[in-house]
């Protein structure tokens, strides 16, 4: 079953009518355990895969206990030390493959979300006993079968909330139109323009590994970055609006992210609840043990672009277990930490307020921003790039070609990016009861007719294989 099959849609809707009618008591504590357990069969390839993924939580239970009962800093970090090192054996990291066991694990889907939940919840625990949950809740704020697959990433704390609140939750006609409405535009982003930049980003991708081609290279990476997105962000407004109907308020997880204008801007409001998790958990700690470790005013500046570094470099580790997403690391913390120095450099030249009269001039936005993506299509190379294809490429293109691919993009992005951001003044009509439907029944229509006229490449969501 996959999030776009009718199968899903005849599984929500069971699932919606079984919890709508359930005494509010059963909800929290049978009928959505038991929605999950339903999911995890449907999705999960194979009966060994999800014995594993239940393995998994088993042992993220027994962590829950252990830090309960000592909270000491060096049981957590033995803990969460512990976590790691089964979930990349799990996951079958390639620098992990001396472990006995290495790739015997079946493939399951769902364990980097469960890890960063996990992680959250153990580090937060160890301060505040508090939060202990107990089997059966671990089990729902783990494999919450909306947020299962790709995320939305969702505090504990939030979750446990709002998993209390379902007693008194009542479905209604407001709440029913929003969530059908927010899942047909995710239905439209993700059928409709995900699978036509599909398209365009494989037939280039073809193009450009069968021969040096600098400018199918370039249109390649341009094209995985836009299906990425609405692939991605359909799959989003999907599950938030599926949530809807179970009394769920998931975070958002996109911000326009076409509209900024640096990197880490970008990283800020593309896949947030990933970055803020990365922001409260990796680089606030990173930079703590920095300045304890080097507590030296003159050293600042470096501790922060040091933490941007590393965070970075484990974001790009965070997707995939072979050594091109080392490299993806590398290249996410070079950006990092290289936009993090040049904005403390220029506003150590210029002065807080001449930088920001500089940042906010109309020419520098459009180069900033066609210099950032132009970084971030190449960093992100290696998500659609195995590392054989990508040695093939550099030894193919060389550094000229490559230099001449990057300024093709450059050049494609200079030009379309100020149509992107362009926000043109949308005229206010007066609220009509029809409009809203009226909308709504265009994309499905649209939808209808596309997956008539245009064979769909289909597949799962890209980033379920995280």
Not at 72 to 101: C, D, N
Not at 177 to 186: H, P, S
Not at 231 to 249: C, K, Q
Request: aromatic content about 16%; some cysteine; charged content about 10%.
């Amino acid at each position: 079953m996959t999030i776009t099959s009718w199968s899903f849609i005849a599984f929500l809707a069971i699932a919606a009518l079984a919890f709508s009618i359930a005494p509010g008591r059963w909800r929290a504590h049978f009928v959505f355990p038991t929605t999950t357990l339903v999911f995890i069969w449907l999705v999960t390839p194979s009966a060994s895969a999800a014995g594993a993924l239940l393995g998994f939580i088993g042992l993220l239970w027994i962590a829950t206990q252990i830090i309960y009962k000592w909270p000491a800093r060096l049981v957590q970090v033995l803990v969460l030390s512990v976590t790691l090192v089964v979930f990349g054996w799990m996951k079958a990291y390639e620098f992990l493959a001396f472990l006995p066991f290495a790739g015997l694990v079946p493939a399951t889907i769902g364990l980097s979300y469960m890890l960063i939940r996990a992680m959250q919840l153990l580090v937060d625990l160890a301060e505040t006993p508090s939060l202990r949950p107990g089997l059966l809740s671990l089990f729902s704020f783990l494999t919450s079968w909306p947020c299962l697959i790709s995320g939305p990433i969702q505090r504990y704390q939030d979750f446990r909330d709002q998993l209390a609140s379902m007693e008194v939750f009542a479905l209604n006609g407001d709440i029913l139109f929003a969530a059908i409405q927010r899942m047909v535009k995710g239905y439209f982003l993700v059928l409709v323009l995900a699978d036509a930049t599909k398209h365009l980003w494989l037939g280039l991708q073809d193009v450009s590994l069968e021969n040096p081609h600098p400018i199918a290279l370039a249109g390649a990476q341009g094209a995985f970055l836009a299906h990425l997105f609405f692939d991605f962000s359909g799959y989003m407004h999907i599950v938030i609006g599926a949530g809807y109907l179970f009394g769920f308020r998931l975070p958002e997880n996109f911000d326009h992210p076409w509209q900024s204008k640096s990197f880490l801007e970008f990283w800020g409001r593309w896949h947030m609840t990933m970055s803020n998790w990365f922001k409260t958990y990796v680089f606030n700690a990173l930079l703590m043990v920095l300045v304890k470790r080097w507590p030296s005013a003159r050293m600042t500046d470096l501790h922060g672009i040091l933490a941007f570094f590393l965070t970075f470099f484990l974001v790009g580790l965070w997707h995939g277990t072979t050594w091109a997403f080392v490299l993806c690391g590398l290249l996410l913390g070079i950006g990092a930490s290289v936009n993090q120095l040049y904005r403390t450099l220029m506003r150590r030249r210029l002065g807080k307020k001449r930088f920001e009269i500089l940042a906010a001039n109309k020419f520098y936005v459009v180069i900033a921003a066609a210099l950032t993506f132009t970084f971030i299509c190449f960093s992100v190379s290696p998500l659609w790039l195995s590392f054989d294809q990508i040695r093939r490429i550099v030894m193919s293109y060389e550094m000229s070609g490559l230099a001449v691919a990057e300024l093709c993009l450059l050049l494609m992005l200079l030009f379309a990016l100020p149509v992107i951001q362009w926000r043109p003044r949308v005229p206010t009509f007066p609220a009509s009861h029809w409009r809203l439907p009226l909308m709504v029944g265009l994309q499905c229509a649209v939808i209808d007719a596309y997956i008539f006229l245009f064979p769909a490449i289909g597949g799962a969501f890209f980033y379920e294989r995280f």
